[in-house]
């Protein structure tokens, strides 16, 4: 099962933490904050996440393994304790229609131009996958180490602990947001983004847990409009805000999702307060 979750993720999870402009809050550098109040019976915990880092860079402070300790369930964007889930993640990779009946013949033509370049291999070797998965393909390609992912981590240390893994989302509605957020034609051009320079700045503003830094990175806006800032980011931060209380009334939950759903004035943090919850950094 853990296999394949990897292999899944490596799929899809990275180019959901693709988001858009906005307005941003200055809030203080952690990426660990306690949830409290509100009649709460324990304080839950929320932690950004990025979805993929090289080995070498990848940790976990103390401060969260402390955190994660004292939660009943953990909580993700996706279950990864539901089977079903797991092999609609795997089918999400695969495309119902060749790739070259989907997108334009120019940016076909761009595309395969493209992957010769950076694998290897013209857009034919890759007709029966989603521009997602070749999107996933590419980001593995410029990282160039063997990566680690956090939510795989954490997946693992919740068996380990022998305590549930539970999902904020479905896997089929973040494929519908990310249809809405990006046409065919946007995800083939943001394809020359995502190369060494991109992750090793990534990794080293992650690792300063400068959360702010982190969301004005992510929600550039070369990488979608409003409407995608919509789908992408708000509505799927509200539908969190919404399922987060009734999941954490009784029991510490520690959630773990995208760090760039964190900031802002549409992000969790700020949703979660605006519903009359306590939310703080853990600074050490």
Same mark, same amino acid.
């Given at each position: 099962?853990?296999?394949?979750?990897?292999?899944?993720?490596?799929?899809?999870?990275?180019?959901?933490? !693709?988001?858009?402009?906005?307005? =941003?809050?200055?809030?203080?550098?952690?990426?660990?904050?306690?949830?409290?109040?509100?009649?709460?019976?324990?304080?839950?915990?929320?932690?950004?996440?990025?979805?993929?880092?090289?080995?070498?860079?990848?940790? !976990?402070?103390?401060? =969260?393994?402390?955190?994660?300790?004292?939660?009943?369930?953990?909580?993700?964007?996706?279950?990864?304790?539901?089977?079903?889930?797991?092999?609609?993640?795997?089918?999400?990779?695969?495309?119902?229609?060749?790739?070259?009946? !989907?997108?334009?013949?120019?940016?076909?033509?761009? %595309?395969?131009?493209?992957?010769?370049?950076?694998?290897?291999?013209?857009?034919?070797?890759?007709?029966?996958?989603?521009?997602?998965?070749?999107?996933?393909?590419?980001?593995?390609?410029? %990282?160039?180490?063997?990566?680690?992912?956090?939510?795989?981590?954490?997946?693992?240390?919740?068996?380990?602990?022998?305590?549930?893994?539970?999902?904020?989302?479905?896997?089929?509605?973040?494929?519908?947001?990310?249809?809405?957020?990006?046409?065919?034609?946007? %995800?083939?051009?943001?394809?020359?983004?995502?190369?060494?320079?991109?992750?090793?700045?990534?990794?080293?503003?992650?690792?300063?847990?400068?959360?702010?830094?982190?969301?004005?990175?992510?929600?550039?806006?070369?990488?979608?409009?409003?409407?995608?800032?919509?789908?992408?980011?708000?509505?799927?931060?509200?539908?969190?805000?919404?399922?987060?209380?009734? %999941?954490?009334?009784?029991?510490?939950?520690?959630?773990?999702?995208?760090?760039?759903?964190?900031?802002?004035?549409?992000?969790? !943090?700020?949703?979660?307060?605006?519903?009359?919850? =306590?939310?703080?950094?853990?600074?050490?």
């Amino acid at each position: 099962m853990k296999t394949k979750i990897k292999s899944v993720l490596t799929g899809i999870a990275l180019v959901m933490g !693709i988001t858009t402009n906005a307005q =941003t809050t200055q809030i203080e550098n952690s990426l660990l904050w306690e949830i409290s109040g509100k009649g709460l019976a324990k304080s839950s915990y929320l932690y950004g996440t990025v979805h993929m880092m090289c080995e070498s860079d990848f940790k !976990i402070t103390e401060k =969260t393994k402390s955190a994660f300790e004292k939660a009943d369930k953990l909580a993700l964007e996706l279950d990864f304790d539901d089977a079903s889930e797991v092999t609609a993640m795997q089918q999400s990779g695969i495309s119902k229609e060749p790739l070259s009946k !989907i997108v334009s013949t120019e940016d076909y033509q761009k %595309l395969d131009a493209f992957l010769k370049q950076k694998l290897g291999q013209g857009a034919k070797n890759f007709e029966n996958y989603t521009l997602v998965s070749i999107m996933s393909m590419v980001m593995f390609k410029s %990282l160039d180490c063997t990566p680690k992912l956090y939510e795989l981590e954490f997946f693992k240390m919740a068996a380990g602990r022998k305590i549930e893994t539970l999902g904020l989302e479905k896997i089929n509605d973040q494929m519908d947001f990310l249809g809405k957020s990006y046409s065919s034609h946007e %995800l083939i051009n943001q394809l020359n983004y995502y190369d060494s320079d991109y992750f090793k700045r990534l990794t080293a503003i992650y690792n300063s847990e400068a959360l702010t830094e982190i969301y004005q990175m992510t929600t550039n806006p070369k990488f979608m409009d409003a409407e995608g800032k919509k789908w992408m980011l708000d509505i799927r931060n509200k539908n969190w805000a919404i399922k987060m209380p009734e %999941l954490m009334k009784n029991e510490s939950v520690f959630f773990a999702v995208g760090a760039a759903h964190l900031g802002g004035e549409q992000g969790v !943090i700020s949703l979660l307060r605006k519903s009359g919850y =306590t939310v703080k950094p853990i600074m050490n």
